[in-house]
């Protein structure tokens, strides 16, 4: 025997407006926090991300505020002389700070090439993943194993290897070598996210129209794809410029810029120091928004043209 569904009728007594919004049944109302209040999670939470935050940024606060005193000043508190341009002018003095200027300019082309060979595999690489051809999976495994391993652990094993072929460790190929490890992996994984969106029918379009494969790349997938490119440029760029761990055994006799920054930990006892970390945050900082300014820039036209149309 099947049961009837029974319609429950609201009271007499029951508020016109909720009869008027279910008639006929009856709704619970929903449970919410009175207002004015938060439960006690919400504070719990908002004092460990403000804790998280200090831990993070003190630090870096403490050497971009210590950077800024006069020849008075100290690797510690209290402050002296602030503010002052003092060990910003003694930076690039080869005499007081080694050779900073050279480990500078060595790690901008490094990172430079890091970036534009990064950008150029991951993009050929995205383009060949497309399709699925043998040994695809063997290919892919060995671009990310790179990962796992540890950086310390590679940069010497990339040493050994040109010890055993008879050549000498350089920044401009050893150590090329090493950072490419290390970036291509990112590079290509964001590549892969980036055309998994891109949409087949604009390729298809243009050789319906007579274009051939090269004039398709040029004139319509790295346009489309230029925000993703960026990004692989960023992800080349930063951690080509800061890494350590893959130079120590690979970049020579002459030094990049972090392993300059290790060496003087080792003799100098300067705010030159701290100077030199706020050189190089800065720089950091001006690459990323200026790359993020760039993705939005594109974005932004590509949205104008959109509504043109």
């Not at 007594?13 to 919004?21: F, G, I, K, W, Y």
């Not at 790349?217 to 080509?240: E, K, N, Q």
Request: charged letters at 15%; hydrophobic letters at 50%.
């Amino acid at each position: 025997m099947s049961a009837e569904p029974v319609a429950v009728r609201p009271s007499p007594d029951a508020h016109p407006q909720a009869s008027a919004q279910a008639p006929g049944l009856v709704r619970r109302k929903a449970i919410a926090p009175s207002k004015g209040k938060r439960p006690w999670t919400f504070y719990a939470l908002a004092a460990l991300f403000t804790a998280y935050v200090l831990a993070l940024y003190g630090p870096m606060f403490c050497i971009y505020v210590l950077s800024f005193q006069d020849v008075r000043g100290d690797l510690v508190f209290p402050v002296r002389g602030f503010p002052s341009l003092w060990w910003f002018d003694q930076l690039f003095s080869q005499a007081q700070t080694g050779d900073i200027k050279g480990a500078f300019n060595r790690s901008i082309v490094l990172a430079i090439l890091v970036t534009v060979l990064t950008v150029v595999i991951s993009f050929l690489s995205g383009l060949a993943f497309r399709r699925k051809f043998r040994g695809d999976t063997a290919i892919f495994t060995v671009m990310i194993g790179s990962l796992v391993a540890p950086g310390l652990v590679l940069g010497i094993g990339v040493g050994l290897l040109f010890s055993a072929l008879g050549l000498e460790t350089h920044w401009y190929s050893s150590a090329l070598g090493a950072h490419l490890s290390w970036t291509l992996p990112f590079g290509v994984l964001v590549m892969f996210a980036v055309m998994s969106r891109f949409d087949h029918v604009w390729e298809e379009a243009s050789r319906d129209l007579g274009a051939t494969r090269w004039q398709t790349i040029r004139m319509v997938m790295i346009p489309v794809l230029a925000p993703g490119l960026i990004a692989v440029a960023l992800f080349g760029f930063t951690l080509s410029y800061d890494e350590f761990a893959r130079s120590v055994q690979t970049a020579g006799a002459l030094n990049t810029l972090p392993l300059e920054i290790w060496s003087m930990t080792l003799n100098i006892t300067s705010p030159s120091l701290y100077a030199l970390g706020t050189v190089t945050t800065l720089v950091s900082f001006v690459i990323i928004i200026a790359s993020l300014y760039a993705i939005a820039a594109l974005q932004k036209r590509r949205a104008q043209r959109q509504a043109g149309h």
